[in-house]
Protein backbone atom coordinates (compact mmCIF):
# COMPACT_ATOMS: atom_id res chain seq x y z
CA UNK A 1 0.00 0.00 0.00
CA UNK A 2 2.90 2.57 0.83
CA UNK A 3 4.63 1.41 -2.26
CA UNK A 4 1.40 2.03 -4.30
CA UNK A 5 0.66 5.41 -2.44
CA UNK A 6 4.61 6.77 -3.45
CA UNK A 7 4.18 6.01 -7.05
CA UNK A 8 0.62 6.22 -7.88
CA UNK A 9 0.37 2.20 -8.49
CA UNK A 10 -2.41 -0.06 -8.63
CA UNK A 11 -2.07 -3.75 -6.78
CA UNK A 12 -2.47 -6.55 -8.78
CA UNK A 13 -3.43 -9.77 -6.55
CA UNK A 14 -1.10 -12.73 -7.07
CA UNK A 15 -2.77 -15.52 -4.23
CA UNK A 16 -4.47 -18.41 -5.76
CA UNK A 17 -7.87 -18.18 -3.34
CA UNK A 18 -8.26 -14.24 -3.29
CA UNK A 19 -9.96 -14.84 -6.13
CA UNK A 20 -13.04 -16.41 -4.31
CA UNK A 21 -15.88 -14.40 -3.11
CA UNK A 22 -16.88 -14.96 0.25
CA UNK A 23 -13.68 -15.85 1.78
CA UNK A 24 -12.61 -12.41 2.42
CA UNK A 25 -10.79 -13.27 6.54
CA UNK A 26 -9.45 -15.79 6.20
CA UNK A 27 -7.34 -15.13 2.93
CA UNK A 28 -6.86 -11.83 4.41
CA UNK A 29 -8.06 -9.81 1.61
CA UNK A 30 -7.51 -6.31 1.82
CA UNK A 31 -10.26 -4.28 2.94
CA UNK A 32 -12.99 -1.95 1.97
CA UNK A 33 -10.99 0.83 2.82
CA UNK A 34 -7.90 -0.04 0.98
CA UNK A 35 -9.65 -1.35 -1.65
CA UNK A 36 -11.07 2.39 -2.05
CA UNK A 37 -8.18 3.94 -1.69
CA UNK A 38 -5.89 2.28 -4.04
CA UNK A 39 -7.37 -0.07 -7.07
CA UNK A 40 -7.06 -3.87 -6.44
CA UNK A 41 -7.05 -6.20 -9.41
CA UNK A 42 -7.78 -9.45 -9.72
CA UNK A 43 -10.02 -10.40 -6.27
CA UNK A 44 -13.66 -12.13 -6.12
CA UNK A 45 -13.58 -13.00 -9.40
CA UNK A 46 -15.11 -16.36 -9.56
CA UNK A 47 -17.67 -17.88 -6.26
CA UNK A 48 -16.11 -20.85 -3.75
CA UNK A 49 -17.69 -23.65 -5.84
CA UNK A 50 -15.84 -22.52 -9.22
CA UNK A 51 -12.79 -24.08 -10.59
CA UNK A 52 -10.19 -21.53 -10.79
CA UNK A 53 -6.92 -22.81 -13.37
CA UNK A 54 -3.74 -21.24 -13.42
CA UNK A 55 -5.34 -20.61 -17.23
CA UNK A 56 -8.38 -18.95 -15.89
CA UNK A 57 -5.83 -16.35 -14.08
CA UNK A 58 -3.12 -16.12 -17.16
CA UNK A 59 -6.44 -14.83 -18.82
CA UNK A 60 -7.84 -12.78 -16.62
CA UNK A 61 -4.51 -10.93 -15.79
CA UNK A 62 -4.36 -10.38 -19.49
CA UNK A 63 -7.24 -8.53 -19.53
CA UNK A 64 -5.76 -6.44 -16.60
CA UNK A 65 -2.58 -5.50 -17.78
CA UNK A 66 -4.41 -4.96 -21.41
CA UNK A 67 -6.40 -2.08 -19.27
CA UNK A 68 -3.22 -1.13 -17.27
CA UNK A 69 -1.59 -0.18 -20.57
CA UNK A 70 -4.22 1.58 -22.29
CA UNK A 71 -4.62 4.07 -18.92
CA UNK A 72 -0.75 4.53 -18.59
CA UNK A 73 -1.10 2.89 -14.98
CA UNK A 74 2.17 1.49 -13.21
CA UNK A 75 1.42 -1.59 -11.06
CA UNK A 76 2.34 -3.67 -8.33
CA UNK A 77 1.83 -7.40 -8.30
CA UNK A 78 1.89 -9.27 -4.99
CA UNK A 79 1.28 -12.19 -3.39
CA UNK A 80 2.16 -15.99 -2.54
CA UNK A 81 1.32 -18.30 -4.95
CA UNK A 82 4.15 -19.25 -6.94
CA UNK A 83 2.32 -20.86 -9.56
CA UNK A 84 0.71 -17.69 -10.68
CA UNK A 85 4.08 -15.99 -10.50
CA UNK A 86 5.47 -18.60 -12.67
CA UNK A 87 2.72 -18.24 -15.31
CA UNK A 88 3.13 -14.56 -15.54
CA UNK A 89 7.22 -14.47 -16.05
CA UNK A 90 7.50 -17.89 -17.30
CA UNK A 91 4.52 -18.28 -19.38
CA UNK A 92 1.85 -21.71 -19.16
CA UNK A 93 2.38 -24.78 -20.80
CA UNK A 94 0.01 -25.69 -23.64
CA UNK A 95 -0.65 -29.02 -22.26
CA UNK A 96 -4.55 -29.84 -22.64
CA UNK A 97 -7.51 -29.14 -20.15
CA UNK A 98 -7.82 -31.74 -17.75
CA UNK A 99 -10.86 -34.18 -18.05
CA UNK A 100 -13.31 -34.19 -15.15
CA UNK A 101 -13.46 -38.41 -15.19
CA UNK A 102 -9.97 -38.45 -15.11
CA UNK A 103 -9.51 -35.55 -12.25
CA UNK A 104 -12.35 -37.09 -10.01
CA UNK A 105 -10.31 -40.33 -10.13
CA UNK A 106 -6.82 -38.58 -8.93
CA UNK A 107 -8.69 -36.96 -6.38
CA UNK A 108 -9.76 -40.12 -4.43
CA UNK A 109 -5.97 -41.03 -3.84
CA UNK A 110 -4.52 -39.61 -0.43
CA UNK A 111 -1.49 -36.72 -1.66
CA UNK A 112 1.38 -39.34 -0.76
CA UNK A 113 0.19 -41.87 -3.45
CA UNK A 114 -0.06 -39.15 -6.17
CA UNK A 115 3.56 -37.64 -5.12
CA UNK A 116 4.64 -41.08 -5.54
CA UNK A 117 3.24 -41.76 -8.84
CA UNK A 118 4.43 -38.72 -10.37
CA UNK A 119 8.57 -39.26 -8.77
CA UNK A 120 7.92 -42.13 -10.87
CA UNK A 121 6.32 -40.89 -14.22
CA UNK A 122 8.00 -37.55 -14.19
CA UNK A 123 11.21 -37.47 -11.89
CA UNK A 124 12.10 -34.26 -14.06
CA UNK A 125 8.66 -31.88 -12.99
CA UNK A 126 8.56 -33.65 -9.53
CA UNK A 127 12.15 -32.38 -8.71
CA UNK A 128 11.03 -28.98 -9.00
CA UNK A 129 7.27 -28.94 -7.62
CA UNK A 130 5.88 -28.62 -4.52
CA UNK A 131 4.90 -32.14 -3.91
CA UNK A 132 2.22 -30.82 -0.92
CA UNK A 133 -0.01 -29.22 -3.64
CA UNK A 134 -2.33 -31.44 -3.93
CA UNK A 135 -4.04 -29.65 -7.23
CA UNK A 136 -0.69 -29.34 -9.26
CA UNK A 137 0.09 -33.12 -8.92
CA UNK A 138 -3.37 -34.52 -10.25
CA UNK A 139 -2.69 -31.93 -12.88
CA UNK A 140 0.54 -33.28 -13.96
CA UNK A 141 -0.41 -36.91 -13.60
CA UNK A 142 -4.02 -35.77 -15.76
CA UNK A 143 -1.48 -34.52 -18.54
CA UNK A 144 0.44 -37.89 -18.30
CA UNK A 145 -2.69 -39.76 -18.43
CA UNK A 146 -4.21 -38.05 -21.32
CA UNK A 147 -1.43 -37.67 -23.61
CA UNK A 148 1.29 -40.11 -22.23
CA UNK A 149 3.25 -37.17 -21.99
CA UNK A 150 5.04 -35.74 -19.52
CA UNK A 151 4.41 -32.28 -17.58
CA UNK A 152 7.94 -31.56 -17.93
CA UNK A 153 7.94 -32.33 -21.74
CA UNK A 154 4.99 -30.09 -22.25
CA UNK A 155 6.70 -27.12 -19.82
CA UNK A 156 10.05 -27.29 -21.53
CA UNK A 157 8.59 -27.81 -25.52
CA UNK A 158 5.54 -25.95 -25.59
CA UNK A 159 5.61 -22.61 -23.20
CA UNK A 160 5.97 -19.21 -24.29
CA UNK A 161 7.18 -16.19 -22.06
CA UNK A 162 4.28 -15.13 -19.97
CA UNK A 163 3.08 -11.72 -20.03
CA UNK A 164 5.30 -10.16 -17.03
CA UNK A 165 8.39 -11.68 -18.80
CA UNK A 166 11.85 -10.19 -17.56
CA UNK A 167 9.97 -8.21 -14.77
CA UNK A 168 11.89 -7.38 -11.23
CA UNK A 169 10.43 -9.27 -8.40
CA UNK A 170 11.02 -8.55 -4.93
CA UNK A 171 10.80 -11.30 -2.20
CA UNK A 172 10.51 -9.98 2.06
CA UNK A 173 12.10 -12.69 3.77
CA UNK A 174 12.07 -12.65 7.46
CA UNK A 175 13.54 -14.57 10.27
CA UNK A 176 11.66 -17.42 10.25
CA UNK A 177 11.27 -17.99 13.41
CA UNK A 178 10.13 -13.87 14.11
CA UNK A 179 7.90 -15.06 10.83
CA UNK A 180 5.90 -17.49 13.56
CA UNK A 181 5.02 -15.01 16.03
CA UNK A 182 3.72 -12.96 13.05
CA UNK A 183 1.63 -15.75 11.60
CA UNK A 184 0.41 -16.69 15.14
CA UNK A 185 -0.87 -13.11 15.63
CA UNK A 186 -2.42 -12.58 12.54
CA UNK A 187 -4.05 -15.98 12.88
CA UNK A 188 -5.79 -14.67 16.29
CA UNK A 189 -6.69 -11.52 15.06
CA UNK A 190 -8.33 -13.36 12.23
CA UNK A 191 -10.55 -15.19 14.56
CA UNK A 192 -11.10 -12.39 16.46
CA UNK A 193 -12.26 -10.17 13.35
CA UNK A 194 -15.11 -12.94 12.60
CA UNK A 195 -13.52 -15.80 10.91
CA UNK A 196 -15.73 -18.48 12.23
CA UNK A 197 -19.19 -16.21 11.29
CA UNK A 198 -17.33 -16.44 7.30
CA UNK A 199 -17.00 -20.09 7.70
CA UNK A 200 -20.68 -20.67 8.72
CA UNK A 201 -21.77 -18.49 6.68
CA UNK A 202 -19.93 -20.09 3.70
CA UNK A 203 -21.47 -23.81 5.05
CA UNK A 204 -24.70 -22.00 4.16
CA UNK A 205 -23.99 -22.45 0.46
CA UNK A 206 -24.78 -25.96 -1.72
CA UNK A 207 -21.81 -26.95 -2.78
CA UNK A 208 -19.28 -25.84 -0.15
CA UNK A 209 -17.90 -29.16 1.22
CA UNK A 210 -14.99 -29.91 -1.19
CA UNK A 211 -15.06 -26.77 -3.22
CA UNK A 212 -12.05 -25.52 -4.64
CA UNK A 213 -12.11 -22.33 -2.37
CA UNK A 214 -12.57 -24.62 0.99
CA UNK A 215 -9.11 -25.57 0.63
CA UNK A 216 -7.75 -22.25 1.79
CA UNK A 217 -5.25 -23.03 4.35
CA UNK A 218 -7.44 -22.70 7.42
CA UNK A 219 -10.70 -23.12 6.02
CA UNK A 220 -11.30 -27.17 7.45
CA UNK A 221 -9.75 -26.11 11.05
CA UNK A 222 -11.94 -23.39 11.34
CA UNK A 223 -15.23 -25.83 10.29
CA UNK A 224 -14.21 -28.01 13.30
CA UNK A 225 -14.25 -24.91 15.53
CA UNK A 226 -18.18 -24.95 14.14
CA UNK A 227 -18.75 -28.42 14.87
CA UNK A 228 -17.47 -28.49 18.30
CA UNK A 229 -14.02 -30.91 17.27
CA UNK A 230 -11.56 -28.55 18.05
CA UNK A 231 -11.53 -25.43 20.25
CA UNK A 232 -9.61 -22.38 19.23
CA UNK A 233 -6.33 -22.59 20.31
CA UNK A 234 -5.95 -25.79 19.38
CA UNK A 235 -7.44 -24.86 15.79
CA UNK A 236 -4.77 -22.13 15.98
CA UNK A 237 -2.48 -23.79 16.70
CA UNK A 238 -3.05 -26.41 13.30
CA UNK A 239 -3.58 -23.16 11.46
CA UNK A 240 0.21 -21.81 12.08
CA UNK A 241 1.88 -25.05 11.68
CA UNK A 242 0.31 -25.18 8.20
CA UNK A 243 0.75 -21.80 6.96
CA UNK A 244 4.70 -21.62 8.95
CA UNK A 245 5.53 -25.26 6.58
CA UNK A 246 3.44 -23.25 3.31
CA UNK A 247 5.70 -20.95 4.31
CA UNK A 248 8.99 -22.84 4.07
CA UNK A 249 8.01 -24.71 0.81
CA UNK A 250 7.51 -20.92 -0.41
CA UNK A 251 10.88 -20.04 0.48
CA UNK A 252 12.47 -22.91 -1.35
CA UNK A 253 10.77 -21.98 -4.21
CA UNK A 254 12.07 -18.40 -4.53
CA UNK A 255 15.68 -20.00 -4.47
CA UNK A 256 14.30 -20.87 -8.38
CA UNK A 257 12.63 -17.50 -8.99
CA UNK A 258 14.98 -15.90 -12.01
CA UNK A 259 15.34 -12.03 -11.62
CA UNK A 260 14.62 -12.14 -7.72
CA UNK A 261 15.71 -9.43 -5.27
CA UNK A 262 15.98 -10.76 -1.80
CA UNK A 263 14.68 -8.31 1.21
CA UNK A 264 15.48 -9.22 4.21
CA UNK A 265 12.18 -8.07 6.78
CA UNK A 266 12.81 -7.97 10.54
CA UNK A 267 9.51 -9.54 12.49
CA UNK A 268 7.44 -8.60 9.10
CA UNK A 269 8.30 -5.15 8.98
CA UNK A 270 10.95 -3.53 6.27
CA UNK A 271 14.10 -2.53 7.45
CA UNK A 272 14.11 0.86 7.09
CA UNK A 273 17.46 1.25 4.84
CA UNK A 274 15.96 -1.21 2.14
CA UNK A 275 12.51 -1.29 2.70
CA UNK A 276 9.27 1.27 0.92
CA UNK A 277 11.55 3.47 -0.73
CA UNK A 278 13.86 0.81 -2.79
CA UNK A 279 10.56 -0.69 -4.09
CA UNK A 280 9.32 2.48 -5.19
CA UNK A 281 12.45 2.89 -6.86
CA UNK A 282 12.65 0.23 -8.82
CA UNK A 283 8.73 0.84 -9.50
CA UNK A 284 9.72 3.95 -11.60
CA UNK A 285 11.20 1.99 -13.95
CA UNK A 286 7.00 0.31 -14.63
CA UNK A 287 5.99 -2.83 -13.81
CA UNK A 288 7.17 -5.66 -11.30
CA UNK A 289 6.29 -8.43 -9.07
CA UNK A 290 6.58 -8.45 -5.41
Not at 31 to 51: C, F, N, T, W, Y
Not at 211 to 221: D, L, T
Request: with cysteine; aromatic share 6%.
Amino acid sequence: MEVARKTGAEICSLDAFQVYRGLDIGTAKPSAQARKEIPHHLLDLVEPEEGFTAADYLKAAGEVLAGLKHRSRRAVWVGGTGLYHKVLTEGLARAPGTDGKVAAELEARSTEELAEEIRRVDPEWSEKADLQNRRRLVRALAVWRQTGRKMSSWQREETQPGPLSGAKAFALVPDLDALVAVIRARVAGMIQDGWLEEVKKLQERQGWRGCPGGRAIGYREIEMVVAGRLNREEAGDKIVAATRAYAKRQLTWLKRVPNLEIIEAISGQLPPATGVEKLAKALGGGSFSG
